[in-house]
T-cell receptor, first 113, second 114 residues
Framework: EAQVTQNPRYLITVTGKKLTVTCSQNMNHEYMSWYRQDPGLGLRQIYYSMNVEVTDKGDVPEGYKVSRKEKRNFPLILESPSPNQTSLYFC????????????FGQGTRLTVV | AQTVTQSQPEMSVQEAETVTLSCTYDTSESNYYLFWYKQPPSRQMILVIRQEAYKQQNATENRFSVNFQKAAKSFSLKISDSQLGDTAMYFCAFRSNAGNMLTFGGGTRLMVKP
């Protein structure tokens, strides 16, 4: 089954404790990206990757890191989480054809206390 | 930079009736794609319908159709014969020909009432 898999789905952590949210896709897509969803703001892009070893900042990259060492994986790293990073996070992938829909993971609800 | 605006934070409709969700966007590009995504309580993001800007014909998918007005930069979603399962958050999204970013509106929460 074609899918984007995120883990974990729920995470509660404390301020300053490094964490990683994993994302993996099995569709051989070139594009992968991370979004955060906040009430009234929709989804905002954090980082994106157009291929292996190619990453770039989205609209809200501060406090986040990513890497794309393999085509299928695109982890999101919070080196020192803060309460303002409490949000719902989505990973998405899509093929190079820009008219094709993006496929989303199931979301990760992160709470930083 | 592109912006997408959904001016209706919440809407409700009676089952079997028709409802229209509004979306406007701002861009200087001439070639782009527009999407409506549905997010039910499960949080899954589900593509409802897409429109290519160079196509004048409005996209239709079963009970879902769009009214795409390129000059006005408007992209509304019409849901006919609303069903209880249509209850969800709906997001309008823009993707440029460069393809590296989906820009989303703030969302409209739709409640279908029995």
């Amino acid at each position: 089954e074609a899918q984007v898999t995120q883990n974990p789905r729920y995470l509660i952590t404390v301020t300053g404790k490094k964490l990683t949210v994993t994302c993996s896709q099995n569709m051989n897509h070139e594009y992968m990206s991370w979004y955060r969803q906040d009430p009234g703001l929709g989804l905002r892009q954090i980082y994106y990757s157009m291929n292996v070893e190619v990453t770039d900042k989205g609209d809200v990259p501060e406090g986040y890191k990513v890497s794309r060492k393999e085509k299928r994986n695109f982890p999101l790293i919070l080196e020192s989480p803060s309460p303002n990073q409490t949000s719902l996070y989505f990973c998405a992938s899509s093929p190079r054809n820009v008219g094709t829909e993006a496929f989303f993971g199931q979301g990760t609800r992160l709470t930083v206390v | 930079a592109q912006t997408v605006t959904q001016s209706q934070p919440e809407m409700s409709v009676q089952e079997a009736e028709t409802v229209t969700l509004s979306c406007t966007y701002d861009t200087s590009e001439s070639n782009y794609y527009l999407f409506w995504y549905k997010q039910p309580p499960s949080r899954q993001m589900i593509l409802v319908i897409r429109q290519e800007a160079y196509k004048q014909q409005n996209a239709t998918e079963n009970r879902f159709s769009v009214n795409f007005q390129k000059a006005a930069k408007s992209f509304s979603l019409k849901i006919s014969d609303s069903q209880l399962g249509d209850t969800a958050m709906y997001f309008c999204a823009f993707r440029s020909n460069a393809g590296n970013m989906l820009t989303f509106g703030g969302g409209t929460r739709l409640m279908v009432k029995p």
